[in-house]
């Protein structure tokens, strides 16, 4: 998976060198180097750039010869985006973002181009280097996405990522009745860093890929742990469930479906003990491809789950295009539902719905004893949230399953 590399030039040393082709672009860390033109035999330093510049992009961008040599002033640390890492990141990207970001490099180059002549005619100008310079917002902004992303693959290597499981109980019986696998950051100075932080950052860079097959090796694994850990009196005769979640990247990218059936293969989990939670708003960015890799997953007897049911997608006609078993409401109607009768009536309604087309309901977000009861008298029979219990670590989860004391509410 190719992210962006730390590198590290000392004094003297070339990072650009005039001529050659333009395979990637540096974001400086520390130290300084100077830009340097070939004008008339003569080596020119037409500026210099320090901590947060951005430079060697537009010969990557636009494939050509490098226009000037760059050379390290003192030691510096850079990291490096490739062409390749670069590309796929626009790809990637929305198209609205695509379309500002041709405008705007469009706009550049005229910039540059203008500078260029400038700086030609004038050669103690030092208009280029103030060329970069304007956007610092832009530079901060990327920088830290940039340093999340590579400290995040350094977690992965580092086992700096575990997987923290909330229980979900059935309010009809009173049993446990499976967890949600939700993933967690232990950063070994910043401490815990929340996946709503990490889980875009690692979407945007493509990382999602490697943490989702993670998630899912570490769920199975721990599976076969809880199964066997299991009280009877507490979890009923139905085997328990964990849901992992996935995000569009993983079916927009190879084939998913054989990844997830080779792992559940491997470690011999049962494809029901399995929830497979994806969003309404991430299906629709891919609808072909999340259908046919939804499909094949059903198939294999895993349970699809629309995460965060309600918010994502106007159209309900979706809920016939993909194979679906379980609407998880979202913990906004919940907590809603106490306080404004419309959103009860919403929450009546998504249970209607998934009552007609016989799906199942999770209730996310349950916090207090009110709203379980009354999801309860909806006749919901999965419940998630903090009024049972947080999201736990795997020996803690172990414990729950044989020591859960069912509150009464
Ligand atoms: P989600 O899938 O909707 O997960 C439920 C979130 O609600 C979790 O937040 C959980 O801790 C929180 N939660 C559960 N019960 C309650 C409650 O009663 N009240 C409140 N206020 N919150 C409750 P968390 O763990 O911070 O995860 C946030 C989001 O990050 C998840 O939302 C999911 O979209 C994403 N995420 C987490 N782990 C993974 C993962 O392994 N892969 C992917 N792709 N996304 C993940
Ligand atoms: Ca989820
Ligand atoms: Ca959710």
């Not at 960015?285 to 046919?292: I, L, V």
């Amino acid at each position: 998976m190719p992210v962006t590399t730390k590198k590290q030039f000392k004094r003297g040393e070339l990072l650009i060198r005039e001529g050659e082709p333009g395979l990637c672009a540096y974001i400086i860390e520390n130290g300084n180097v100077e830009i340097v033109v070939q004008r008339e035999g003569q080596p020119l330093q037409i500026g210099t750039r320090g901590p947060g510049s951005l430079i060697g992009e537009m010969a990557m961008i636009d494939d050509k010869p490098r226009t000037a040599t760059v050379r390290a002033l003192e030691d510096c640390d850079v990291l490096e985006i490739t062409r390749e890492d670069f590309a796929r990141r626009v790809e990637s990207a929305d198209p609205v973002v695509k379309m500002v970001m041709r405008v705007i490099t469009n706009r550049y180059r005229d910039m540059i181009g203008r500078t260029n002549s400038f700086v030609s005619v004038t050669p103690t100008s030092h208009a280029a280097a103030t060329t970069a310079e304007n956007s610092n917002d832009i530079h901060d902004i990327a920088m830290s996405t940039i340093k999340i992303q590579n400290e995040l693959k350094v977690a992965l290597d580092q086992k700096q990522l575990m997987l923290y499981y909330q229980p979900i109980i059935d309010v009809q019986n009173m049993k446990i009745a499976g967890f949600e696998a939700l993933m967690r950051w232990k950063h070994p100075e910043k401490g815990m860093i929340s996946p709503g932080v990490f889980i875009p950052v690692a979407e945007e860079s493509g990382l999602i890929l490697e943490l989702s097959r993670f998630a899912l090796s570490q769920t199975c694994q721990t599976v076969a742990k809880l199964t066997a850990a299991a009280n009877p009196a507490l979890t009923g005769s139905h085997p328990i469930f964990v849901g992992v979640n996935f995000s569009v990247k993983d079916f927009a990218d190879g084939d998913i479906a054989s990844f997830i059936r080779t792992t559940l293969d491997k470690t011999g989990v049962n494809p029901a003990q399995i929830h497979l939670e994806i969003t309404e708003s991430l299906l629709m960015e891919a609808p072909e491809a999340a259908k046919e890799a939804l499909e094949k997953c059903r198939n294999y007897g895993i349970d699809i789950s629309i995460d965060d049911f309600g918010t994502g997608y106007s159209s309900l006609s979706y809920l016939h295009f993909f194979p679906i078993d379980t609407l998880k409401i979202d913990q906004s109607f919940i907590r809603a539902m106490t306080t404004h009768p419309a959103s009860l009536v919403l929450v009546k309604s998504i249970i209607g719905l998934a009552r007609g087309l016989n799906m199942k309901i999770i209730a996310e977000g349950v916090e207090t004893a009110s709203e379980a009861r009354i999801v309860r008298e909806l006749g919901v029979e999965w419940v998630q949230g903090f009024f049972f219990s947080k999201p736990l670590p795997v020996d803690d989860a172990t414990k729950f399953l044989q020591e859960w004391q069912a509150p009464n509410f």
